[in-house]
């Protein structure tokens, strides 16, 4: 099964559970933008974009069932009801992707990362690192960000927003969700508007 397809049966478990799955789309639309760019600037350069978009799409899935823990429950909504097209190894990839996007982070003490191999659990963490910053860029659910630009210099990756509203909410959200990405990347992450028609 194509990755389309594979993203479509993720959006259909999303669907179920959520009523308006427009944030979710703008995290996805973000996160996979990220990686893309990511990539050109040297950064990830192997990283598939499937399990990122599959676990931006369901992250938010637990709320459904309580808004406090709702990343525990978006990971067991994935587990329990699976994915079309995704082996066992994914589906428990995108289940910690989701779980991870808020509060822990992974390591060895999370029972379900540990049972992934050494490069699945680098997927989780290149995943949670990227869906983060996504997440925050969407802090007040209006997909505000239309566009970003990345620019990485030296040890300093800057985000360069497009937008013709005001995203300093979504820039105080990246800002609270970053510090997992610079530890793992050892860069540090920056935020800032950008015109396009300057």
């Not at 944030?23 to 990830?44: C, E, M, P, T, Y």
């Not at 938010?60 to 067991?76: L, N």
């Not at 589906?91 to 191999?117: M, N, Q, S, Y």
């Amino acid at each position: 099964m194509g990755t389309k397809r594979r993203l479509k049966e993720a959006a259909k478990l999303r669907d179920r559970f959520e009523k308006n799955g427009r944030h979710s789309d703008q995290v996805r639309r973000l996160a996979k933008s990220i990686l893309k760019k990511l990539k050109k600037n040297g950064l990830f350069c192997d990283e598939k974009s499937v399990y990122l978009e599959a676990g931006a799409l369901l992250h938010d899935i637990g709320q459904s069932v309580s808004p406090r823990q709702h990343h525990k429950h978006s990971r067991d909504i994935i587990l329990r009801e699976g994915l079309g097209g995704f082996k066992k190894k994914e589906l428990l990839t995108i289940a910690c992707i989701a779980k991870f996007h808020r509060r822990e982070l992974p390591g060895r003490a999370d029972p379900d990362f540990k049972r992934l191999p050494a490069r699945w659990q680098q997927t989780v963490k290149i995943a949670t690192a990227i869906l983060r910053i996504a997440d925050g860029l969407d802090r007040s659910h209006g997909s505000n960000v239309q566009k970003i630009r990345i620019k990485l210099k030296k040890d300093i990756l800057t985000f360069y927003l497009v937008s013709q509203l005001d995203v300093l909410t979504e820039i105080w959200g990246a800002l609270r969700k970053k510090q997992y990405f610079e530890d793992l990347t050892g860069l540090q992450c920056r935020f800032q508007t950008f015109d396009e028609n300057l």
